[in-house]
């Protein structure tokens, strides 16, 4: 299987948005009830947009999307709008200070950051123990005792079948042996396996995996060309 490809080195990404899209059966009821039923599963769109880019940037875009031969390969994508958790957006509050991996202008909200995450995690080292379908979250081990995570923090893991991501819905702490349940949509899947844990829950730019559907690369003689795309999750079957 091939392996999917990762963002430049300094992505430079100006603007990110990543939104759920559900496929779903509605059907409205008379006296306002209604019935809503999912048909697959909800998956992430994402849509990017860079500053102006330098020649060889903007060159190191183009041959990536290059790769992507249309759709037939895929991408790594995090929500720039969210790197890591936002408790620890201050590098006063991580061991690994956001100026080492990333540097925000908070100006122009840019992100110049590695692709895919480095450094050592001030919140701790965060790998998921359980996993309960029924209520929509997973339990959290490796945290650095009162680690903080808030509503719109993003996290990713590999589940044994496939690379999942997801969005957390409420505040949670880790207790004093590191340890938190934290509530997560999409849901997590039946699919994980006990085999499959403890795996690592990576929370500093947590990728998912996404087909192109669309992008824009003009090339122009001088420097200054943005890059734009827009790409779909897809689940597909791991090796892992």
């Not at 992430?44 to 860079?50: D, I, N």
């Not at 061991?95 to 080492?100: E, K, Q, T, V």
């Not at 908070?106 to 590695?114: D, K, N, T, Y």
């Not at 589940?159 to 590191?178: C, K, M, Q, S, V």
Request: charged content about 20%; aromatic content about 6%; hydrophobic content about 45%.
């Amino acid at each position: 299987m091939t392996d999917p490809l990762a963002l430049p080195t300094r992505p430079r990404i100006k603007a990110s948005r990543f939104s759920l899209t559900r496929q779903q059966a509605f059907n409205p009821m008379r006296g306002g009830h209604h019935q809503a039923v999912d048909l697959g599963e909800a998956l992430w769109r994402c849509e990017f947009e860079t500053t102006d880019l330098p020649r060889d940037e903007g060159g190191a875009w183009r041959a990536l999307l290059a790769r992507t031969r249309g759709n037939q390969r895929t991408m790594l994508l995090f929500d720039a709008a969210r790197p890591r958790p936002i408790a620890y957006h201050s590098t006063a509050k991580t061991a690994a200070p956001l100026a080492s991996s990333s540097t925000i202008k908070a100006s122009s909200a840019v992100i110049l950051a590695s692709a895919v995450g480095d450094g050592v995690a001030g919140w701790g080292a965060p790998q998921i123990v359980e996993v309960d379908r029924t209520n929509g979250r997973v339990r959290l081990t490796g945290l650095v005792a009162g680690a903080t995570i808030s509503p719109g923090d993003m996290g990713a893991w590999q589940d044994g079948y496939a690379r999942r991501l997801h969005i957390i819905l409420e505040a949670a702490t880790a207790d004093a042996a590191g340890e938190a349940w934290v509530s997560v949509e999409p849901v997590p899947p039946t699919t994980a396996s006990a085999g499959a844990l403890p795996t690592a829950f990576a929370m500093e730019k947590a990728c998912g995996e996404f087909v192109v559907m669309a992008s824009d690369a003009p090339f122009a003689a001088q420097p200054g060309i943005s890059v734009t795309l827009q790409a779909l999750q897809i689940i597909k079957r791991s090796a892992a």
